[in-house]
């Protein structure tokens, strides 16, 4: 059987559109799949995974050994409305930012102070609360003001926002011919900074004003107010930058 030149080329074509079609096939089945949006992942798993530095009464903290809270009561209804199951990691405040920056959870749900060079690096959920940072003082101790507290020490929980508000009044304080604190001493979390102060280690402690009633609740004849400095601060919840579909879902609840 004779085969022309025409036939030669369209085999040379079928198998060339042969060799394309399979590479194409290949390739396809070795691409990752288009990754799901933090929503879609919390949706198809059935499940969201949340961050809480247990540390904030009365939003977020510890009673006989469970979460409670006006925080966790809100997280309670949310998920619910949301149809999904609810995993919550109790973490220290050091690191728990970074941790939902690298996806180890879905969401921060503690009480996070909205501060300018944050809101860029985190999804932020529509404010929870607003608090002043309180400056306080051991039950009984004379410091009656601002006046008082040159050449004290001072705590703040490394990173928050009380931390920052404790420099401007040092630098205030040292501005107007004072001493300035004579440390600000840094913790990892709030507890610490709190069972220092009632230990006699530092002499002020720092707080969102709205912790302090339940902090006397819970350790009577303990704590005491001393001064509120700066303007207030708004709280919320953050998630990834990339998880603003997920915030927005969750705005969705609260605005209910």
Do not use: C
Request: glycine share 8%; charged share 20%; hydrophobic share 45%.
């Amino acid at each position: 059987m004779e085969i022309t030149m025409i036939e030669i080329r369209k085999l040379k074509v079928t198998k060339g559109l042969l060799a394309f079609a399979t590479t194409f096939l290949l390739l396809l089945s070795i691409l990752p799949a288009t990754a799901q949006t933090v929503l879609q992942k919390v949706n198809s798993n059935g499940k969201i995974t949340v961050a809480t530095e247990v540390a904030y009464p009365p939003m977020e903290f510890l009673k006989d050994g469970k979460v409670v809270g006006y925080g966790k009561d809100i997280l309670d209804l949310i998920v619910a409305d949301m149809g999904v199951q609810l995993e919550q990691l109790q973490l220290p405040w050091d690191g728990i930012l970074a941790g939902v920056l690298a996806n180890k959870y879905d969401l921060v749900a503690t009480s996070v102070a909205i501060k300018e060079d944050r809101v860029d690096k985190y999804a932020f959920t529509r404010p929870l609360a607003k608090a002043q940072t309180m400056l306080v003082k051991r039950y009984g101790d004379s410091m009656a003001s601002l006046n008082d507290v040159n050449g004290k020490i001072v705590g703040a929980e490394l990173g928050s926002s009380q931390a920052a508000e404790v420099e401007a009044v040092d630098a205030e304080l040292k501005a107007s011919g004072g001493k300035g604190f004579a440390e600000i001493r840094g913790f990892k979390s709030t507890d610490d900074m709190r069972l220092a102060l009632a230990g006699g280690q530092i002499d002020i402690g720092t707080i969102p004003s709205f912790s302090l009633a339940t902090m006397q609740e819970q350790r009577p004849n303990t704590f005491a107010q001393l001064a509120l400095i700066g303007n207030g601060t708004l709280f919320a919840w953050v998630a990834h930058p990339n998880g603003a579909d997920l915030r927005d879902r969750i705005n969705e609840s609260l605005a209910k």
